[in-house]
């Protein structure tokens, strides 16, 4: 393989979209409310997002390696490994797949130091905050990843949803909205539950590494039940977002995108063997891109007939 496609591979740059769609939406509810859009600025701010996303996918690689997380996932029989498989696999060596990891954190925070240039000092407090949430998902002492009280799912409503959102709007704008923070929520909460979801593939693994994640605190049957409800609060919120008026009402057109997703799940029953929820993460996956699509498209029309 080129460099490239090691990198891409490694990093799991196929899965960017979750953090760039917020940004796109943060930065087009300025444009909508407030008329204000600064090109130049939104490309950064997509760099600096995406790269801090690539940071996070490829630190919890390099700490759940050493951790020993991969490897019994990998030695585990009906567990599927969630990893790229670079280091598990031996095809990159550490102290590499390490060097890029820590390049792509400095490539994030030279963006967010320039935009807070521009912007202001709580630019620095949304990137920051992403950062920290990135890098002690898995890393010790904090691990809040591995605890299973819900602090990892929040952390990833804050990382995918709240943060990227906000922050994207105030690049723009120098302000603060509630108009944000509601638009933030269907996406956010979307992928929160492909990040959960993706529990399911190696749930007995976890257990045996000692990675305490909802699913193996609370078995297979009542997490399935709490995804399920994730999946209903995040498209309950793109209707508060159209009542409070943070989407024009072409927005719901977003709900169409939970029909494959809800058909996922009819084809699971309370006990499956992990390559049945294969379906289900794809499903997760693109409902998440999908919907913040179509919120993004109204979100333009609206701003560009308004």
Known sequence: MDKWTLFKKASR????PVM????????LGAFVWKGVFHPFLFVITLIGAGAAHLFSNMVNDLWDYRSGTDTVARDTPDAISTNSGFLSGGVMAERTFASITWTMLGLAAVCGIALALYSGWPVLVFAGLGGLIAYFYVAPPIQFGYRGKGMSEIAILLSFGILPVMGAYYVQTREMSVHSVLLSLP???LTTLVLFNHHFLHWQADRQA?????VVVWGEERALR???ALLYLAYASVLVCVADGALPVYGLFALITAIPLYQAYTKLGKHNPSPAYLPLMGASMKASIRCGAVMSAAL????LIS
């Open 13 to 16: 740059f196929q899965v960017i």
């Open 20 to 27: 760039l769609v917020p940004v796109i939406l943060g930065a």
């Open 300 to 303: 333009l029309l609206q701003g």
């Open 226 to 228: 709490f995804s399920k």
């Open 210 to 214: 000692g990675k305490n994640t909802l």
């Open 187 to 189: 996406v956010g909460l």
